[in-house]
């Protein structure tokens, strides 16, 4: 029935786009498991690194997570002992996410780790910087419609 092809699985942006965040994801794994975090704790690190001292909706809004996902996360890297969160004094409902001197040491441990990742995807240079600037657009644009 589907003639053209429009709805075969290798057709599909969609596709290709969840396959590959799922195999790079899965290239981190033995980086990040080796001081017990997930990808999704390590890029909760990205930001904190960029901007410690904010507020649990700043770092959502940065990282694209509702709290329903962002709370366990936040917790359990609390329980390591890398970040603490704190309500803010001026506003009991407004809770603040600060790191650990263990959370910052931990910046030191994942210096090179980008560099590592970006050999193992065997995309030129080139070709990994054309590839950010449409994933950026499609994001930037997707925001602006959620708006």
């Known amino acids: 029935m589907d003639t053209d092809g429009v709805l075969r699985l290798d057709n599909q942006l969609c596709f290709a786009l969840y396959a590959g965040s799922k195999e790079v994801i899965r290239m981190y794994k033995p980086f990040l498991s080796a001081y017990g975090l997930t990808y999704t704790q390590y890029i909760v690190l990205l930001v ?17 997570l509702d709290s329903g996902t962002l709370t366990p996360l936040l917790k359990k890297l609390e329980a390591a002992g ?9 506003d009991e409902r407004t809770v603040i996410v600060s790191l650990t001197e263990t959370g910052l040491d931990l910046q030191k441990a994942f210096l090179d780790l980008p560099q590592k990742m970006f050999c193992q995807l065997g995309l030129t240079a ?14 930037k644009n997707q925001a602006f419609r959620n708006e």
């Open 82 to 90: 890398i970040l603490t969160r704190d309500r803010s004094k001026n």
């Open 126 to 139: 080139t070709d990994a910087g054309r590839l950010k600037e449409l994933l950026d657009a499609l994001l």
């Open 48 to 64: 904190l690194w960029e901007e410690d001292h904010i507020t649990v909706s700043d770092l959502g809004r940065q990282l694209l």
